[in-house]
């Protein structure tokens, strides 16, 4: 419960006030992904591509993170954040998601979705390029880039 009161979505309503002043001086932004999905796959004992699995799902949460933010003011977000998001994929993520090709933030998630149920299906869609440490890095670069509040 600890960990879901790090999570962005829960520290952006604290004070409904002024949800910005408390995201800004975080000097974090949390984001949950359940792991019981990642390591349960219907009617298999394996767990496949986990670290692909992971890496989309937070992808997905950080997605969702800035629309919240977004929402809150739209000023607070830079108009094409995605493009970020979506640069940092195509050079951690082996798959057939190009960041040129992606022209919105909900094309974006849709695509790390079906990605990542194909993954979670034992299909082979997406590895790595880096390891866990760096691409998880450039997602949190990726993230901070989205906005100011975040820099």
Request: glycine share 4%.
């Amino acid at each position: 419960m600890l960990l879901r009161a790090l999570e962005f979505h829960a520290r952006a309503a604290k004070s409904p006030e002024a949800p910005l002043k408390t995201v800004q001086e975080d000097r974090f932004v949390g984001l949950f992904v359940s792991c019981t999905r990642l390591l349960t796959t219907p009617g298999s004992t394996t767990v496949h591509a986990p670290f692909e699995r992971l890496f989309c799902s937070y992808c997905i949460e950080a997605i969702r993170a800035v629309r919240h933010l977004q929402e809150r003011d739209h000023n607070a977000v830079y108009a094409i954040y995605y493009e970020a998001l979506a640069e940092t994929v195509a050079v951690n993520l082996d798959s057939d998601l190009r960041a040129s090709d992606i022209t919105s933030d909900h094309e974006l998630e849709r695509r790390l979705l079906a990605l990542r149920a194909s993954l979670s299906k034992g299909e082979s869609g997406a590895t790595l390029r880096t390891s866990p440490a760096d691409a998880f890095g450039a997602l949190a670069e990726a993230i901070r880039k989205s906005s100011a509040l975040w820099n």
